[in-house]
């Protein structure tokens, strides 16, 4: 069955459906990961969003299930140049067909997504509709394209209630705004006991459960838009309590302390992007899926530093606080998918605690 991608500048691709059959509006977003395609699909940061993977062949080695990030893919659509029909891999247990069919997501493969990547890189990200209307009216649709946004994406990715993975080291409190399973398992893996809290839970709960350190996730929409979390992490950040994040969490820390944010005009997502710690001058391969940043200029001198920077485009990829236990990272140290350079981050987290417990 023909697909059909249409942009909010009017241009229009022409493919074949793939996954789920109903209409979608999303904002547009690529990925240029050459592997880790189900490790995108279920990262919650996707929520309200459709990924074009700009890696031509996708699907080739299946989907194994425990290399999911959470319970089920996120992404309101999914684009491809080629979608792997017949995975070879022993651990294959499914193709990207049934999983995207299984949930409900439309897709398209068959088009040109390098023309696509290079028409958001120039005019910047903007939402479009996948649709398989033959007689779609493009002059009825873009507006409905420039009215959309994705709003409220935090309260349904977050977990429901709290849940904790055993361990004999530190406690550390995970504030789950989108977070992917390997940021509670980097922790865990180094003996921390690690309670999953819900995004909006109120900072009290959190203080009064005396955690010796507090981990703020990754997740999906604006940071500006999450008022009440940010009212939350004033009152965390005037504690003692080390606190890590990656992310959203690091963007709503800076936001929490009086910085500011904006969008990139079309953000950074996938597993090749270098950081320079600006402290040892080592150079970092990282993981990346974002589409806001820190300003640098708002960053106030007497509550943080930069710590880390894009090497490409000179953002704002980390901050150390001053006289507080709190570093916060843009990138993803825990990885999956993408490089594992940054991984020790979780260590300093560990040291920032008291260094290894039970040793």
């Known amino acids: 069955m023909k697909a059909y991608l249409i942009l909010e500048d009017g241009t229009v691709f022409e493919g074949t459906s793939i996954g789920s059959k109903r209409e979608i509006i999303s904002e547009i977003v690529f990925n240029t990961s050459m592997t880790g395609y189900l490790e995108v699909l279920t990262d919650p940061s996707y929520a309200g969003q459709a990924v074009c993977m700009t890696y031509p062949l996708i699907g080739n080695y299946g989907i194994c299930y425990s290399d999911m990030e959470s319970l089920k893919p996120w992404p309101d659509g999914y684009i491809v140049r080629e979608l792997a029909r017949m995975p070879s891999n022993f651990r294959s247990e499914d193709t990207i067909q049934n999983v995207l069919e299984k949930n409900d997501i439309p897709g ?4 040109d997504t390098r023309a696509l990547t290079r028409i ?7 939402n479009g509709m996948i ?3 033959e007689n779609y009216n493009v002059d009825e649709i873009i507006p409905k394209l420039k009215e959309y946004t994705p709003a409220g994406v935090v309260a349904k990715v977050t977990c429901s209630e709290p849940t904790t993975l055993k361990g004999d080291g530190y406690k550390v409190a995970l504030l789950d705004f989108g977070a992917k399973k390997n940021i509670a398992r980097s922790l865990n893996e180094r003996g921390m006991e690690v309670t999953i809290y819900p995004a909006f839970t109120k900072a009290e709960e959190i203080i009064a459960s005396n955690p010796d350190g507090i981990m703020l996730s990754n997740g999906p929409g604006d940071p500006k838009e999450c008022i009440s979390i940010i009212e939350e992490l004033k009152k965390l950040y005037n504690t003692d309590i080390p606190i890590f994040a990656i992310c959203l969490g690091h963007q709503l820390m800076a936001l929490a302390t009086g910085a500011d944010t904006h969008k990139m005009k079309y953000g950074h997502r ?3 992007h270098p950081v320079k710690d600006l402290k040892s001058g080592k150079v970092y391969i990282s993981s990346q899926n974002h589409g806001y940043v820190v300003d640098d200029s708002t ?3 007497e509550i943080a530093e930069v710590a880390f920077i894009n090497v490409n485009d000179k953002t704002v990829e980390g901050l150390r606080y001053k006289n507080k236990k709190i570093f916060t990272v843009q990138f993803h140290p825990e990885a999956c998918p993408g490089p594992q350079d940054s991984n020790a981050l979780f260590d300093e987290f560990v040291e920032m605690m008291g260094g290894k417990k039970n040793a």
Do not use: C, H, Q, Y
């Open 120 to 126: 958001l890189r120039e005019k910047g990200t903007m």
């Open 270 to 272: 996938g597993g090749n």
């Open 131 to 133: 649709t398989t209307n």
């Open 299 to 301: 960053v106030d001198p």
């Open 108 to 111: 398209i493969a068959g088009i």
